[in-house]
C-alpha cells in the first residue's frame, strides 16, 4: 500500500522536487543519487523532501507515477479530441513520441533501471501505472476491432507493443538513423509516426493475390 507522505499537493514545492530527482536518478542512477543531491538541485533542504517523501525509493516511485500519469493524460486527450480510433492511434503516437524526445532524461532513467535491476524494477515500472497506460490503449484496439475499423483477427497487445517500442527505438536510435543514406524521417518525428501508423493499419503485404517475385 502507498504511504500517504508519497503524494505532494502544494504545486511548485513538489515540482522542484520530482524534477531535480528525476534528473539526477537519469544523470547518476538510482543508488548514486543522495538525497542531499536532490535537495541542492531543487533549491530545497533535505528535511523539506522529507515532509513529502519518507525514503528515497518512495520519491523515485513518485517520479515514476508522475511519467506514467502524463502518458495517461497523452493517451485521454487522443480520445477526447478524435471519434476513430484510427484517429486516436495517430494521435497518440505523435504525442507520445514528442513526450520522449521533449523528456530524454526520464527515458534515460526508466532503461537505466529496467537495465540494471532487471525485473524488480521493471514489475514497479508496471505496477506505478505503466501497465494501466499499456491496457488502455490496448482497450482502444479492441473497440477499433469490435466497431469494424480495424480487422478482427490481430493480437491488440501486439500492435501496443509495436507501436510504443518502435518510438522507443526511434528515441533511442535517432542520432544514428541520420547516418543512413536511405533514411529521411530522423529530423521529422510526426512522418516517422505518420509512417509506422500507417503501416500498422495497412499491413506490408500487397492485397492481390499473385505470386510474390523472388528477391534479387
Not at 501486439?158 to 535517432?174: K, M
Request: proline residues 5%; negative net charge; aromatic residues 8%.
Amino acid at each position: 500500500m502507498e504511504d500517504e507522505k508519497t503524494h505532494c499537493s502544494d504545486g511548485e514545492g513538489c515540482r522542484r522536487i520530482l524534477e531535480a530527482a528525476e534528473n539526477l536518478f537519469a544523470d547518476k542512477g538510482f543508488d548514486a543519487a543522495s538525497m542531499n543531491a536532490i535537495a541542492a538541485r531543487a533549491g530545497i533542504s533535505k528535511a523539506n523532501i522529507y515532509h513529502y517523501f519518507p525514503n528515497k525509493d518512495a520519491l523515485y516511485l513518485a517520479v515514476l507515477r508522475a511519467a506514467s500519469g502524463n502518458l495517461r493524460a497523452l493517451l485521454a486527450e487522443a480520445v477526447a479530441s478524435h471519434g476513430s480510433v484510427t484517429e486516436v492511434l495517430r494521435h497518440f503516437a505523435k504525442s507520445h513520441l514528442e513526450a520522449l524526445l521533449e523528456r530524454p532524461r526520464l527515458v534515460r532513467l526508466v532503461w537505466r533501471e529496467v537495465l540494471e535491476k532487471g525485473a524488480p524494477r521493471a514489475r514497479e515500472l508496471a505496477e506505478q501505472g505503466f501497465a494501466g497506460v499499456f491496457s488502455a490503449l490496448v482497450d482502444i484496439l479492441v473497440v477499433g476491432q469490435e466497431r469494424g475499423e480495424l480487422r478482427p483477427d490481430f493480437d491488440p497487445a501486439l500492435v501496443a507493443s509495436l507501436l510504443i517500442g518502435a518510438n522507443v527505438f526511434f528515441f533511442q536510435a535517432r542520432d544514428i538513423l541520420r547516418h543512413y543514406p536511405p533514411v529521411h524521417f530522423a529530423d521529422d518525428p510526426a512522418a516517422y509516426d505518420e509512417g509506422l501508423v500507417d503501416l500498422l493499419l495497412r499491413g506490408l503485404e500487397a492485397a492481390h493475390g499473385g505470386q510474390p517475385n523472388p528477391v534479387r
